[in-house]
């Protein structure tokens, strides 16, 4: 076996605006198991950055401990990246984000990740409104240690040993939108066609991006009776509606079915066409939201697509108001103003 890729490539790939065919945003070959979902996320990444022309070395990959945190080595392999320690990815991205606002930073994380060690970090990146995508490649169980529950297995759902969840899930969709997530989108690793759309989007926002991708474990968690295995969220997802991206002047010719078609732009000039097929939500309104939602869990019911935006939303720099310069291009005089300046400030605090 060889995890070294070929580098063959048909000659007649389609290139983008910058040139750049779609394995120019590959990474190394994956050495997750054979059918992970976590690759097919890793394969919708890569289309929806090269469909952006997004040059790859503008982007940061970040990530914590776990086989979802080990994906950033699978995609952008032109990109910046740094794997954290277990459950602290947000800390880096925040130090990093407010250090260089120029980047697009692409945090990935996984259910225990985010849901149990990392529950405090992720809490506080939400309701910071940093301007990241943050991803969660969600599979309900700990694959690094032999698939135990995760604190996102829903309850009553069993594991491949056969013990039955107790507990009741943490619903990360619903908290991000509780602690103020200003885009929140859920997904499933199987459907390519929303997903793309969706992280286009995603990258797209200008402030707290939030992901939930429902990515079944084909080795521990995609059993009968598991909540998170592919059998069952095919069977179970309801889908709020088909969503196509705009990009800024660029114009694309769409063709729905009868039902409510909305445009919501965002802060680039871009836009999300959305057709609707839930007359009763609007992705606009929290409570409109967090209310399809409930209803979904009620039925037993995966709501998948654009669940929640805020158009008018402020990032973490527009509210800390810091500089459009990034640091490492600031000159020395301003970084280090001298004695006056701090004897000026010490002055005002007294």
């Known amino acids: 076996?060889?995890?070294?890729?070929?580098?063959?490539?048909?000659?007649?790939?389609?290139?983008?605006?910058?040139?750049?065919?779609?394995?120019?945003?590959?990474?190394?070959?994956?050495?997750?198991?054979?059918?992970?979902?976590?690759?097919?996320?890793?394969?919708?990444?890569?289309?929806?950055?090269?469909?952006?022309?997004?040059?790859?070395?503008?982007?940061?990959?970040?990530?914590?401990?776990?086989?979802?945190?080990?994906?950033?080595?699978?995609?952008?392999?032109n990109s910046h990246g740094f794997n954290s320690v277990h459950g602290r990815m947000p800390s880096v991205a925040t130090g990093a984000n407010l250090a260089n606002r120029d980047l697009i930073y692409f945090g990935v994380s996984g259910d225990g990740d985010t849901a149990s060690i990392g529950m405090g970090q992720f809490v506080h990146v939400v309701r910071r409104n940093l301007n990241m995508v943050y991803l969660v490649m969600n599979n309900g169980c700990y694959g690094l240690t032999k698939g135990q529950d995760s604190a996102t297995a829903d309850a009553g759902s069993k594991s491949k040993a056969g013990s039955v969840n107790l507990f009741e899930a943490i619903d990360l969709a619903s908290l991000a939108i509780e602690l103020g997530a200003t885009f929140v989108g859920q997904s499933f690793s199987g459907d390519k066609q929303q997903l793309i759309p969706?992280?286009?989007?995603?990258?797209?926002?200008?402030?707290?991006?939030?992901?939930?991708?429902?990515?079944?474990?084909?080795?521990?968690?995609?059993?009968?009776?598991?909540?998170?295995?592919?059998?069952?969220?095919?069977?179970?997802v309801e889908v709020t509606g088909t969503m196509d991206f705009v990009p800024y002047e660029k114009e694309i010719t769409t063709t729905y079915e009868a039902g409510d078609v909305s445009d919501i732009s965002m802060h680039d000039g871009s836009e999300i066409r959305l057709h609707k097929l839930q007359k009763d939500w609007d992705p606009q309104d929290r409570f409109s939201t967090i209310n399809a939602m409930q209803r979904a869990k009620q039925k037993g019911e995966i709501l998948t697509g654009l669940l929640y935006i805020n158009e008018d939303s402020r990032d973490l720099h527009s509210?800390?108001?810091?500089?459009?310069?990034?640091?490492?291009?600031?000159?020395?005089?301003?970084?280090?103003?001298?004695?006056?300046?701090?004897?000026?400030?010490?002055?005002?605090?007294?």
């Not at 810091?322 to 000026?344: H, Q, Y």
């Open 198 to 236: 969706l992280m286009k989007a995603a990258m797209s926002h200008q402030g707290f991006a939030f992901l939930n991708v429902i990515s079944p474990c084909v080795t521990f968690n995609n059993n009968p009776g598991s909540t998170k295995s592919y059998d069952y969220v095919r069977e179970h």
């Open 319 to 350: 509210m800390i108001n810091t500089s459009e310069t990034p640091l490492n291009a600031l000159s020395k005089d301003i970084l280090c103003p001298g004695s006056e300046a701090l004897a000026k400030l010490n002055a005002s605090l007294r």
């Open 1 to 77: 076996m060889t995890y070294v890729r070929s580098t063959f490539r048909h000659p007649a790939l389609p290139k983008n605006d910058l040139g750049y065919t779609v394995d120019y945003y590959e990474g190394s070959l994956s050495t997750l198991c054979a059918g992970c979902g976590h690759d097919s996320i890793n394969a919708a990444i890569v289309e929806a950055c090269w469909q952006l022309n997004i040059e790859p070395h503008k982007v940061a990959k970040l990530s914590g401990i776990g086989c979802s945190s080990k994906s950033p080595a699978y995609f952008l392999s």
